[in-house]
């Protein structure tokens, strides 16, 4: 079923957007009594039909919603540094809301290249992934900020940076602890300034690795979401399975 996104929903006549509408019927070309799938990317689901088809305000008529209440018990943020090539940066985007991620920070450091950011493509970015993906939350896009006041802002879980300089660090697959609200810091293709990762532990911030390799920043994004997400599934299948075994424990 064809998915669009109004981010409120109320009543039961809905209006598409321009841009939404121009997709609905000039490109693929749905008509008078077409049911589709609204999503408002905060859990519900919306099965409606088209009314009234209009290339820039289309017409729909809510006949049932679902909601689906958040299934994690952990939030994800990962705070990356633009990368030069913004085709590399909505890549990532793009993935990571695929992967399951909840809220992405764009991050200005003392090495990077790039210190201007397109939130408008980077948002139609993430509302395409959620739709593609099946997705019923739209993760959150914060603004633009600083390394500095970043890292002294407050957080409520682990906050690690992945650098690449040599010291003690741990693997970020062993420094995960499921159930837990994770941040993950990544920095520049010039990677973080010393100076930068000398404030992150200041402020509390764990090291970790990401492997041996060094890793294009918009590809550390990726392995950071996915060891995150995937320690997670591992721990709540473990669990899943010990209750299975052990129900009266």
């Known amino acids: 079923m064809n998915s669009f996104y109004i981010s409120a929903i109320s009543g ?38 088209i009314l009234s088809p209009d290339t820039k305000s289309t017409i729909l008529e809510i006949l049932e919603e679902t909601k ?27 993935k990571s809301v695929e992967i399951g991620i909840d809220r992405i920070v764009p991050l200005f450091c003392q090495h990077s ?4 950011v397109k939130m408008e493509r980077l948002e139609k970015i993430l509302i395409s992934a959620m739709k593609q993906s099946g997705q019923t939350y739209l993760p959150e896009l914060s603004k633009p900020v600083s390394f500095k006041d970043f890292v002294k802002m407050p957080f409520n879980g682990d906050k690690m940076i992945a650098h690449c300089e040599n010291g003690d660090k741990q693997t970020l697959k062993d420094s995960i602890s ?5 941040l993950i810091l990544i920095g520049p293709e010039g990677d973080f300034d010393s100076s930068e990762i000398d404030l992150a532990l200041e402020k509390g911030y764990i090291p970790v690795s990401l492997g041996e390799s060094r890793l294009r920043t918009e590809t550390a ?6 060891t995150a997400i995937l320690i997670n599934q591992i721990r709540a299948s473990q669990e899943s399975l010990i209750k299975k075994n052990h129900p009266q424990d």
């Open 12 to 49: 039961k006549t809905i209006q598409l957007n321009p841009e939404e509408s121009k997709h609905c019927i000039k490109v693929l070309r749905l008509k008078n009594g077409d049911i589709v799938q609204l999503m408002n990317g905060k859990g519900s689901v919306f099965k409606a039909i």
């Open 68 to 94: 689906h209440p958040e299934s994690r018990n952990f939030k994800l943020t990962i705070a990356i540094a633009p990368t030069k090539n913004m085709d590399r940066l909505e890549w990532f985007v793009e």
């Open 113 to 116: 290249e790039r210190k201007e």
């Open 178 to 182: 499921p159930g837990r609200n994770t």
């Open 221 to 226: 994004g990726i392995v950071a979401c996915h």
